[in-house]
């Protein structure tokens, strides 16, 4: 992958994803958002004052349309157009329950600065997300369909524009919240830390979605912030977004969830 060279002169970046199983019904047969929770989430948003780089899920408002077009097998024009206009949707939505707490947030498609190789990024220009982060603004990302050298198109996950974003950033914190507690082992404990020594042991407890979803669900999330946390050195938690509390929380420094790490 190619990564441009503009970092922000603004240290200790936060990089946050908002699952998209977190504020939207994910066993929702179209796009279905869970407005509380979301009013919730962005207040909790609002308590933290340092730069912050948001990523959010497509939850039902993408993965639906993906499915019922089969784009995570290819190019389907109609399917393409209308999965694009969806997953903007919850974008907008986003985007201005974010601004009504004053977040200074700005919509930003990965469509737009993006080109992927067989359903990998190949390049990604952040420059401008640098450049909002020296000026106190807010760059809100989300899980997209992105075109694709070899397929076509293909469904760029929030799970894998987040860790190039943070890398490319050299971003200091990294979290996930999603609507688990963390990684789960099959007694449904949090799993504290998973590392690349660790995670062959564990995979095993590791699975996709319980609701729609193209991208992997939770072992997709952890193998690409374990990839992160291998080639940076970028720590990772994930952690349940829907406990209130979790996302200023971890805004404001703690550990919560499972730690992803090099060691
Ligand atoms: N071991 C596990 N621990 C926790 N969750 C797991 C585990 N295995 C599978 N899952 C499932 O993975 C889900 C989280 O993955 P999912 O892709 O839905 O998250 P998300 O990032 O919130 O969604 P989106 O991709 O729409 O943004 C959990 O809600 C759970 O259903
Ligand atoms: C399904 C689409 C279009 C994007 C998926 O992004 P994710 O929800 O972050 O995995």
Do not use: W
Request: charged share 20%.
């Amino acid at each position: 992958m190619t990564q441009t060279s503009k970092k922000s002169t603004v240290d200790g970046i936060t990089v946050l994803k908002i699952g998209g199983s977190a504020v939207t019904d994910k066993n929702a047969t179209a796009g279905l958002a869970k407005e509380d929770e979301m009013r919730r989430i962005f207040k909790e948003i609002a308590s933290f004052s340092g730069p912050l780089v948001i990523v959010h899920g497509a939850g039902s408002y993408g993965h639906t349309h993906a499915k019922e077009y089969g784009l995570d097998k290819g190019f389907h024009k109609e399917g393409f157009l209308i999965t694009h206009d969806s997953v903007r949707l919850l974008n907008e939505m986003i985007v201005k329950g974010l601004r009504n707490e004053n977040i200074p947030a700005v919509p930003l498609q990965p469509l737009a600065f993006s080109v992927c190789e067989d359903g990998r990024i190949k390049s990604m220009f952040v420059d401008q997300i640098a450049l909002m982060l020296d000026h106190g603004l807010v760059p809100v990302l989300h899980g997209d369909v992105c075109m694709d050298t070899v397929r076509g198109s293909c469904i760029l996950s929030g799970d894998q524009s987040l860790p190039y974003v943070a890398a490319a950033l050299s971003a200091k914190r990294v979290g996930l919240g999603s609507a688990a507690d963390g990684v789960l082992d099959s007694d449904g404990k949090v799993i504290s830390t998973i590392t690349p020594k660790t995670f062959d042991s564990v995979k095993k407890h590791i699975g996709g979605s319980a609701g729609t979803d193209v991208t992997g669900g939770m072992l997709g999330k952890v193998s690409e912030i374990l990839e992160l946390a291998e080639k940076t050195g970028i720590e990772s938690c994930i952690f349940n977004a829907n406990t209130p509390g979790n996302v200023a929380d971890y805004l404001n420094g703690k550990t919560i969830g499972t730690r992803i790490s090099r060691d």
